[in-house]
């Protein structure tokens, strides 16, 4: 087919290599997240071939604030089981073949990396299953006693669901709290649910946790939790969260 043939002269075409300290830099017509083209690096070695990513794909994740939970790691794993290709303790993506295996486990690896960067994309749902698994661990990790998904009836009759509930302990009063992935879009609804459930919650702290991993909430969003008596954190800071739970 004439298509497929213009299709692999272009791909052949747009690759380029450069040979740097005994490795052959190899950049690829594909394009990761931020925009920039994949770069792999192969050499041989006791007659084989290694083809690395030196751990850039990983770099790139961290860099936009893609920690590695467990649920991460375990959809990760999915991914490389898939392509048959490994990581390594410091974090690259790399494989080891024959030379007369190079073709297709080197698609297979440029699949992989591929597939691992698009986690960024993540959809909102997961981004925001994945936060409440982030806070979760949190508390555990700092040995904070709570209860999830925590149901409270409001005036209205609306069931209201609040993530993570924290009995009293110490000084500190009982506290709900809620996640705000996107401040802009979360804050209305939030404090309409923390007025419609006043009465049904008695005396409760309440907490709002806000994920400011790709947005930055505004000094007046801030400022609107606080004039309902919510207490603002940002996940940047969460230090001092859990400073405020131990007090």
């Known amino acids: 087919m004439k298509m497929l043939d213009t299709y692999l002269a272009w791909l052949k075409s747009n ?19 931020n925009n920039d083209h994949i770069q792999v690096y192969v050499r041989e070695r006791a007659g084989k071939i290694v083809v690395t990513d030196d751990g850039q794909t990983f770099s790139n994740l961290n860099m936009s604030g893609f920690s590695p939970t467990e649920r991460r790691l375990e959809i990760m794993a999915t991914i490389f089981r898939g ?3 490994d990581w390594t303790e410091d974090s690259k993506i790399e494989l080891t ?4 295996e190079f073709a297709q486990r080197f698609h297979s690896l440029m699949q992989t990396i591929i597939s691992t960067d698009n986690l960024g994309y993540l959809t909102r749902e997961n981004v925001k299953s994945m936060f409440m698994e982030d806070v979760a661990a949190l508390l555990r990790d700092n040995e904070v006693t709570y209860h999830a998904n925590q149901e409270v009836k409001g005036r209205s009759g609306l069931a209201v669901n609040f993530p ?3 009995p009293a ?5 009982s506290t709900h709290i809620q996640l705000i992935n996107q401040p802009k879009a ?15 919650r008695g005396n ?3 907490i709002a946790l806000i994920n400011d991993a790709n947005i930055q909430p505004t000094s007046k969003a801030l400022s609107a939790f606080e004039k309902y008596e919510v207490t603002p954190f940002l996940w940047s800071k969460k230090d001092s969260f859990i400073d405020e739970l131990a007090s």
């Open 186 to 200: 979360n804050l209305k609804p939030f404090l309409f649910e923390w007025s419609d459930t006043e009465e049904s």
């Open 97 to 100: 073949c024959e030379k007369s």
């Open 164 to 166: 993570f509930y924290i």
């Open 169 to 173: 302990h110490k000084q500190f009063p």
């Open 83 to 85: 392509f048959n290709i």
């Open 204 to 206: 409760t702290k309440s």
């Open 15 to 33: 690759y380029t290599t450069h040979e740097i300290d005994g490795w052959t830099e190899v950049i690829t017509p594909f394009l990761d997240k």
